[in-house]
């Protein structure tokens, strides 16, 4: 039985992470998207949120396990047995940081392998980065993310107010 990882923030998850993780789950006998707790970057969920809206994402996908872990992914995979890391490659620059990282997992847990999936065509653009940022500045974000994450991220928008920092300096304002 081959067991994959697919790591990530999840903050908050979108049709391109969607997109990888079902790919991912008809390669491997049971994929494991893992949601990591503490990255070092501002994040507008809690893990603990983060969680529970992958989980209602695939909650009819059977082959599919949501999880939460900490510390390095390669040690995760090797604590519960995966054999395997799965990330995605949305446009070339994600390439370079996806390639170090794989050497760097590599040297770490030898046994442990990575694979890069290209993102559908309609994805290429999505990050979280940019669904928080056209959110919080009242975008149409229906087509990026499921209804019920939609709908926790206006929430959550709304909760923090107008003073809110969940998007970097870089903007889609100009």
Do not use: W
């Amino acid at each position: 039985m081959v067991k994959a990882v697919f790591p990530g923030t999840f903050d908050p998850i979108h049709y391109g992470h969607i997109d990888i993780a079902r790919r991912a789950s008809r390669l491997f006998d049971e994929l494991i998207i893992a949601v990591y707790d503490k990255p070092l970057k501002n994040l507008i969920f809690s893990p603990e949120e983060r969680i529970s809206l992958v989980k209602k994402t695939f909650e009819n996908e059977p082959k599919i396990r949501v999880v939460g872990y900490s510390g390095l992914t390669v040690s995760y995979c090797k604590q519960i047995g995966a054999q395997v890391i799965v990330r995605g490659l949305r446009v070339f620059s994600d390439f370079e940081h996806e390639f170090r990282m794989a050497l760097a997992n590599h040297r770490l847990e030898p046994d442990v392998e990575i694979i890069a999936l290209i993102t559908s065509e309609e994805h290429t653009f999505l990050s979280s980065t940019t669904v928080r940022e056209i959110a919080s500045l009242n975008g149409n974000i229906e087509t990026m993310v499921p209804p019920h994450v939609a709908k926790a991220l206006r929430q959550r928008l709304n909760e923090l107010g107008e003073g809110q920092t969940v998007v970097p300096i870089t903007s889609l304002r100009d």
